[in-house]
């Protein structure tokens, strides 16, 4: 068993003397270790792997979530390693940080040199809202 992180698979086929290769991110989750924070950083590690950072190295600084505004309303943007599938994304949002539901709509989902970044805007209104991106493992 692998342990788990994002792993390149690639695929060869020949036929006569040529040779065809295509690629694949892979995602392996352990789930018995998926909330764990062995580097101490405050993230688990299903997100950390989920969003590209290594879990084996302290780097909360460089988590690659961005608040934006959207006239009034808060959008969440991310980022992370475009063709890795496995994962799954959701944005939520709250008016009180205790019941959350899915927020949207889902302003643009993009993908250059290798980054996937997804911008999402609060669906609700109100004076409060508070959005956050949970990362749950397939």
Avoid: H, I, K, M
């Avoid at 694949?24 to 580097?39: E, G, I, N, T, W």
């Avoid at 969440?76 to 475009?82: G, I, N, S, T, V």
């Amino acid at each position: 068993t692998a342990p788990a992180g994002v792993y390149r698979l690639e695929l060869e086929r020949y036929t006569g003397n040529e040779v065809a290769t295509q690629s694949f991110a892979l995602f392996v989750s352990d789930p018995a270790a998926d909330a764990s924070d062995a580097d101490g950083d405050g993230l688990p590690q299903l997100l950390e792997l989920a969003l590209g950072l290594d879990p084996a190295v302290a780097d909360a600084g460089a988590l690659p979530v961005a608040l934006e505004w959207d006239n009034a309303t808060p959008v969440l943007a991310f980022y992370r390693p475009a063709g890795v599938t496995g994962p799954v994304f959701t944005v939520q949002e709250s008016a009180d940080l205790v019941s959350w539901q899915p927020a949207g709509p889902v302003l643009s989902d993009t993908v250059e040199n290798g980054v996937r970044t997804v911008r999402v805007r609060a669906a609700g209104g109100g004076s409060r809202r508070f959005l956050r991106l949970r990362v749950t493992a397939p």
